[in-house]
């Protein structure tokens, strides 16, 4: 397989937005062809991840229409949903194009519009990501799914309230530091714990917010990059995994199959281990999920993720950063976006452009993106260098 | 590049369906493993076409659903959307991860479950594929917009309504012989013409109907094909191209220009000319699109299209036939799964499988499958041989 690069990256900022989905998601990509210094006629094909544009907005087919307005020519545009993961299955779409040698630079990017639709309506359109027969027709919305998965954590592992707790403190503090976060606030232990109940045991601070954003990145040929970018990052691995969709239908709700597949697959790619992560970006969608992250790709031993920020090991500072932009948790989860600006995150970590969140002398970072309840995983791993 | 061939087909009945989604696009992927003689354990990566999931059944993040329900292990599942293309594109994600080398044996299967939603509300969800906020905002919905492109190319080409009532004549001729035809009447040049107007001078024998289905091929790498299945069908191009969304932005409505950007490609790679085509299935959403079609492939000059249907070139029995299945027009049009069946009928046509409406001897076919008002294009060549 040809390798690929990643040699431009743009993210706007997320939160509430007044532009549309098309607006958003142009703004992004122009931002990644500037940073990568290429006009839109150099750009072959392109990617777009969204979970649901149609229900959000009212436009399906956003791939052209976002295309044409960040103004790329009249190249094949696609685009790829996996739910909460569409950003992650963009970015492989994009690298498989390009190891297939059918293009040579190809621009990916992810959008969600969110804050357009009420507040249940959201829910249900969240919901869709689920079983919608077996779990959103009867009520199970996400938070639900999840408080039912972080009760199982805390009875089978000891993990605590206070262990989710500390996820929600760290990555605000971390989103505090990125000017692009949709809630840049600190918040206290006594504050996640005294908010709003949501779904016995999650509170309102234990959930990422609904975000407006966009994120895009120019990949090329690992051959062209050198001479594209003065710091083009290596994508050492793009893996994707799945799984049963239902929570119902699994034999274990306290780890995502799909993630440990997927992440185990990455490492074997790259040929490495976890420890030779310096950083990662995982799926915070509520903050037990950062845990079983840490745990499902194999930072800590199963019931042991907790610990991460606990300890202050994942925090910036320590000795593996997680969700140094603030997560999903702080810096906003525009889903369909949520992918693709893990991958520029990380990207960005490694190049040293990360700005006051920056993570010093980082060379190699993991980005892991799950859709729904772990139906779907994309996991990538980018290394520093040419 | 690797090449890739079909070793599978498989196609639901296209009709009026109780089933869901998830379980038509399940039969049609049982059925073309079963036709390529390979248990589910051997399919390595899933690619879903899917417009409106969401929209029409609640259900959004239908792949992996789709591959669980199917008998798939947890490989990589995506689902590509590109409106009425989205079929089409998933067939191309598959050609892509094989020709990449990161995986041999591939599922592309395309699914629609659309009676289930009421007639207004229908022609609102496909909407969404042309350019929501300019036109179907203010009720331009499908039929409209492609009734302005008639009209355009009356007055440019001297088109008339009786080319356009031929090709209904001739498709539903095909599909009164096709046993998984949603239509299967033969209708008479009269009864297009003295049917019900829907946008002047569309008529509703004009229109292809709102369908239920799914369709599914398996694809393997070249040199793999012959040791696994007697017929293998080689993929010699796979293309595609866009063009701005909205009517309003194009220069020339009378042309797609996606559609001839996407066929040239193709017949660039194939290393072949429109006249080395055998048979072909085009996007006959509407009458005067197979017209267009014709036309932006190169098969006819423009403006000549409706001779195609008028001097029986492109009937069975014809010099090359078109849509010899029936086409969207009697076939049925289930939106996500067009593009992947117009990829078996010819597979099946190639391998001499087709049935009562085979084309003795053809041995090239060609797949054209459009998204919205053209702003996607997927353009597929396949050849018989291994």
Do not use: W
Not at 163 to 191: C, F, S
Not at 220 to 237: F, Q
Not at 318 to 336: D, R, T, Y
């Amino acid at each position: 397989m040809r390798s690929v690069s990643i040699i431009g990256a743009g993210i706007t900022p997320f939160g509430v937005r007044p532009e549309s989905a098309v607006r958003l998601g142009a703004e992004a990509c122009r931002t990644a062809m500037e940073d990568a210094g290429i006009g839109p006629d150099r750009v072959e094909a392109f990617f777009l991840g969204n979970f649901a544009g149609h229900a959000f907005t009212g436009q399906n087919h956003l791939a052209p229409m976002v295309a044409h307005a960040a103004g790329l020519g009249p190249v094949p545009c696609t685009r790829a949903e996996g739910a909460c993961a569409s950003g992650g299955l963009a970015m492989r779409q994009g690298v498989l194009a390009i190891a297939s040698g059918a293009v040579d630079v190809v621009l990916v990017a992810g959008v969600e519009k969110m804050t357009g639709a009420a507040t249940g309506e959201t829910a249900q359109i969240l919901a869709a990501a689920g079983d919608y027969e077996s779990e959103a027709s009867i009520g199970a919305t996400f938070p639900a799914l999840f408080a039912l998965i972080a009760r199982r954590h805390m009875h089978e592992y000891g993990t605590t309230r206070e262990d989710m707790a500390r996820v929600a403190v760290k990555n605000h503090a971390h989103g505090y530091l990125n000017p692009g976060a949709h809630l840049q606030i600190k918040i206290t232990l006594e504050e996640v714990l005294g908010s709003r109940p949501v779904a016995d045991p999650i509170c309102l601070l234990d959930c990422s917010p609904i975000s407006d954003g966009a994120a895009a990145v120019v990949l090329c040929p690992g051959e062209m990059a050198a001479d594209l970018h003065p710091k083009p990052i290596r994508v050492l691995a793009s893996a994707q995994a799945s799984d049963v969709p239902a929570l119902s239908d699994k034999s274990d709700i306290t780890r995502f199959q799909s993630t440990c597949r997927a992440a185990e697959e990455a490492f074997r790619r790259a040929g490495m281990q976890p420890e030779d992560i310096d950083l990662a970006e995982v799926h915070d969608c509520f903050t037990i999920a950062e845990i079983m992250a840490l745990e499902d790709i194999g930072f800590y031993r199963k019931g042991e993720g907790g610990r991460g920020a606990c300890e202050g090991e994942t925090a910036l500072g320590g000795a593996m950063p997680v969700n140094a932009s603030g997560g999903l948790k702080a810096k906003g989860h525009p889903v369909g976006a949520t992918g693709v600006a893990q991958i520029c995150e990380i990207a960005l970590q490694l190049r040293g452009d990360a700005g006051p969140h920056q993570v010093p002398g980082a060379e190699v970072g993991l980005a892991h993106n799950l859709g729904g309840s772990g139906a779907t995983c994309a996991v990538h791993i980018l290394a520093s260098g040419a």
